[in-house]
């Protein structure tokens, strides 16, 4: 596990290089606000989250593991009712949010892309 990466992962570099190339501008990579979401957008007012299959139980792809059951059901469990917590705390700060599964952007990183342009158009606008 000491490998794993929790910043600039292959899919965050993968993503933001297409937030780039599309013109998408004003996103830090580093906030105070809850959750520390990968790509914040202040303006917007936009956390924008790129969830790990395995690490946040995709419910279209997450194998569970075969061995050490009892620490990863725990371990996982742990980290989706995190991500409902800091989901809540967020949208008690006026704060939106936008949860992207790292297999959308593997599969698809242009639809991935349009989920956040409408999530960020319609909050840019208002």
Known sequence: MSQVRGKNTSIELAFRKHLRAN?????????????????????????????????HRCPACFKKPKSNLAYWNKKIADNVRRDRKMDQR?????????????????????????????KYGLLAVA
Request: proline share 5%.
């Open 90 to 118: 967020l949208q008690r700060r006026g704060i939106h949010y936008l949860h992207i599964r790292e297999h959308d952007i593997r599969k698809n990183i242009e639809r991935a892309y349009r989920r956040f342009e409408r």
């Open 23 to 55: 013109g998408a501008k004003g996103y830090r990579l580093r906030s105070r606000i809850p959750g520390t979401p990968d790509l914040y957008f202040p303006d917007a007012k936009l956390a924008v989250f790129i969830d790990g299959c395995f690490w």
